[in-house]
């Protein structure tokens, strides 16, 4: 741009009455400019939902540790629903709960349940296994049922509200326990002293959720560290995700396209794995 038209337009910018008289045009040109990019990515989003109705058709996870269990409606309330149908979902600490998985538990306890992913999941591979499933948000609850229900596990998924350790049977404090922990930053009021006596011989997985809970790593290696060995595993990015995840249904597929099935969370993330000792 010539070096004098820059100028005049500068002038215009530092002038009070010339500013008044352009802001209405600068207005209307950034809500065209946001019309036309929310047109855009309508269009992208369509075909992304049409594609993704090609590939779950089935509402069932294809791949993972959970491979076979039926969503049929049921919609994630707070995570990517199309990561935990291709079997993506948080893979990151899959390996870690495989392994953690061969000590047999007596009881799943899973906070922060969502529709059900981990306690519908895990009662499907252990059907002898004691579910409770607990999760504040009441359509989450009702999905968390209805997955149970659909999957045919609603006999040992025990569904309910906010977590509170007296809602718990009593068999369950001396039960060799699993706790899945993702309660959106809430790690301060749940481990009151009741429940860390509870998981002083349990092994748990906690998602770690630093901008609501900026302090919650330190705490949890206060509470854990002298009767857990504990691991620190990092999420990946989104892009990481796309970069190397390899399933067969995301052959051939854009950059833009394997984003929006796999893509699971903004922001760095940690889960804590806490093995007890004894």
Not at 10 to 23: H, P
Not at 89 to 98: C, F, G, K, M, V
Not at 191 to 213: C, G, M, Q, R
Request: charged content about 25%.
């Amino acid at each position: 741009m010539n070096i004098k038209v820059k100028r005049f337009i500068q002038s215009l910018m530092v002038n009070d009455v010339s500013w008044f008289v352009v802001t209405p045009f600068l207005y209307f040109s950034r809500r065209l400019e946001a019309s036309r990019i929310n047109y855009k990515y309508r269009d992208i989003e369509t075909e992304n939902l049409s594609l993704c109705n090609k590939i779950f058709k089935e509402e069932t996870v294809l791949h993972g540790l959970f491979k076979g269990m039926k969503y049929a409606g049921v919609h994630a309330t707070g995570s990517s629903i199309y990561a935990k149908l291709l079997g993506s979902y948080e893979s990151e600490i899959s390996q870690h709960l495989q392994n953690l998985l061969k000590k047999e538990y007596t009881n799943l306890i899973n906070i922060g349940c969502d529709e059900g992913y981990y306690a519908v999941g895990i009662a499907l591979l252990f059907p002898n296994m004691k579910v409770y499933a607990f999760d504040c948000n009441k359509k989450a609850q009702e999905r968390c049922k209805t997955l149970a229900r659909i999957n045919n596990v609603a006999k040992n998924t025990t569904v309910l509200g906010c977590f509170d350790s007296s809602k718990l049977p009593q068999p369950v404090t001396t039960s060799k326990n699993l706790f899945i922990i993702d309660c959106e930053g809430c790690e301060n009021e749940i481990f009151s002293i009741d429940l860390i006596a509870l998981t002083k011989h349990a092994d748990l997985i906690i998602e770690l959720h630093y901008k609501i809970n900026p302090e919650v790593l330190s705490k949890l290696e206060s509470i854990f560290s002298a009767t857990h060995k504990l691991t620190l595993i990092n999420a990946l990015s989104d892009h990481e995700r796309v970069m190397n995840y390899k399933f067969a249904e995301l052959d051939n597929l854009s950059y833009r396209q394997k984003d929006f099935i796999l893509n699971e969370r903004n922001g760095f993330m940690q889960w804590l794995i806490a093995e007890a000792i004894s």
